[in-house]
């Protein structure tokens, strides 16, 4: 489950966030802070959080985080983005343990109410991740989103609801090795 609030203002955006999952073998709670600015067409931002991790036959732990990320307009439907996730070298645990870093870069070709979406995930020592996904707006109350990806080999389906200024989410998702989840969010939009 996720909670979000957004707004923006003259060339500045921001949001808060909470979020929560909830697995058998693995809990997590994160709540995050961010900011970005606009310059021509241009978008730099970061994101600084606090997470909680609970691990079965681990332990648990907390630590602060730092993303930060750079999007660009290429064309009137290109758009493209990069993504450093754990910029700050957060850590884990009493020993320290290093979180992976993670490298992320994405373009999209947005036509209005159809976006097709194609995104390259490196995180460290794993393999790269390669994800597709796509959202068609049919009209402006919902949203119809899909998408697969590699590494967990995974599908995805969901779709948004947009009543006033508040936004319901809900996804599922299989991915191989765990159960099939489903994924609920509220966005508040200012």
Known sequence: MAVHASGQFRR???????????????K???FQAAAAISVNKIRIGG????????????????TMMLDIGVASVLTETLHWGV????????????DGEPLPQRLQVGFCLDFDTLIFAAELNKETDFEVDYALGAMFQPFHLLSLRVGVGTVPSRLA???TLHLFKVDFDYAYVTTAGLAAMHQFAVQFNF
């Open 83 to 94: 993504c450093i996730q754990n910029a700050g070298f957060a850590k884990l645990g009493p």
């Open 12 to 26: 500045w955006g921001g949001g808060i966030s909470i979020r929560a999952l909830d697995h058998q073998f693995y």
């Open 47 to 62: 994101r600084i959080g606090y997470g909680l991790v609970d691990i079965s036959n681990y332990g648990h732990t907390q």
């Open 157 to 159: 389906a969901g779709f």
């Open 28 to 30: 997590e709670q994160l």
